[in-house]
């Protein structure tokens, strides 16, 4: 007698094994008309979210509070009075001192994508009715790294901010250094510090916003010489990476190393701030700053 039911007709391996019919495709007009982008969905939480609910609620999540990458102009858009921006040096970009190979083309083609000429926007605008000049990086270009033409618009940002005696408020998002601009990114460093330092020594203030990311040869310049630093929650800060730093010394890091809870409790942070209460936040700072400054002062009540 048979005992193995496979072998007998009822049983036959095709029928058990036979492949589903795959779904017909529905003709291309009986298709549902979903515009592309209409829904996000939260890389930590994974909820979906209405996009255009998310610009609203300034590109962070309500379930869990993940902050979404933010542009430069969204950036402005949520910050300054009435969104106005007067921008300089808007047409400064590199021309790749090192010839370096394929560099060229990738620049071209980040430009086209994002619409910047750079990783960075400078320009004066009002927040709370004062007068401030800003800077926003902004990590579609790039990753936000620092560059020859990063480094020459802060530095001149900070120069006509010293010219007019107003306070600066730059945003960072960066990688670090541009590395295919070698020794000429690196000296931005140097570059921007000496004009932040010019502008501190006029008696002016300079706030610095770290989101995330904010890393490498930024971090180690002008990202942390702020007189008042504030941060993203969650924003990633620091020089090298965890896993680099891990690997480096052979030891695990402590739960949420190089994050911006983990600086304000080691005191490298002043205040984690919410983006629905970063307007709010830099207009109570600048108008205590103008308070004190007699010229300043007559620009807000103008």
């Given at each position: 007698?048979?005992?193995?039911?496979?072998?007998?007709?009822?049983?036959?391996?095709?029928?058990?094994?036979?492949?589903?019919?795959?779904?017909?495709?529905?003709?291309?007009?009986?298709?549902?008309?979903?515009?592309?982008?209409?829904?996000?969905?939260?890389?930590?939480?994974?909820?979906?979210?209405?996009?255009?609910?998310l610009l609203k609620n300034f590109k962070r999540c309500d379930e869990c509070g993940y902050n979404f990458k933010v542009l430069s102009n969204e950036r402005?858009?949520?910050?300054?009075?009435?969104?106005?921006?007067?921008?300089?040096?808007?047409?400064?970009?590199?021309?790749?001192?090192?010839?370096?190979?394929?560099?060229g083309d990738k620049l071209v083609k980040t430009q086209t994508m994002t619409g910047l000429v750079d990783g960075l926007v400078t320009g004066k605008g009002k927040i709370g009715g004062c007068p401030v000049m800003l800077g926003v990086m902004d990590a579609a270009f790039f990753m936000g790294s620092m560059g020859t033409a990063i480094g020459e618009k802060l530095a001149r940002l900070f120069e006509r901010a010293t010219k007019e005696r107003l306070p600066v408020i730059v945003f960072t998002a960066s990688g670090g250094a541009r590395m295919q601009e070698g020794i000429f990114s690196l000296m931005q460093m140097a570059k921007v510090s000496a004009a932040v330092a010019r502008h501190s020594e006029a008696g002016l203030l300079y706030i610095t916003v770290l989101t995330d990311p904010t890393t490498g040869g930024v971090t180690a310049s002008f990202a942390m010489l702020g007189d008042i630093i504030l941060a993203e929650p969650g924003a990633l800060i620091g020089?090298?990476?965890?896993?680099?730093?891990?690997?480096?010394?052979?030891?695990?890091?402590?739960?949420?190393f190089q994050r911006a809870e983990f600086l304000l409790e080691h005191g490298f942070v002043d205040q984690i701030v919410p983006?629905?209460?970063?307007?709010?936040?830099?207009?109570?700072?600048?108008?205590?700053?103008?308070?004190?400054?007699?010229?300043?002062?007559?620009?807000?009540?103008?």
């Open positions: 007698m048979n005992k193995n039911p496979f072998k007998s007709k009822q049983y036959a391996t095709t029928e058990i094994f036979r492949a589903r019919p795959r779904d017909v495709e529905k003709p291309e007009e009986d298709r549902p008309n979903v515009p592309q982008g209409i829904m996000t969905k939260c890389p930590r939480c994974t909820k979906v979210i209405y996009t255009k609910l402005f858009a949520m910050i300054l009075d009435d969104g106005e921006l007067i921008e300089y040096d808007k047409h400064v970009t590199t021309k790749d001192p090192l010839s370096f190979p394929g560099y020089f090298a990476g965890p896993r680099v730093i891990e690997q480096t010394i052979g030891q695990k890091l402590p739960e949420g983006r629905d209460q970063l307007k709010i936040t830099l207009g109570t700072i600048l108008k205590l700053h103008a308070a004190a400054d007699k010229d300043l002062t007559d620009q807000v009540s103008s």
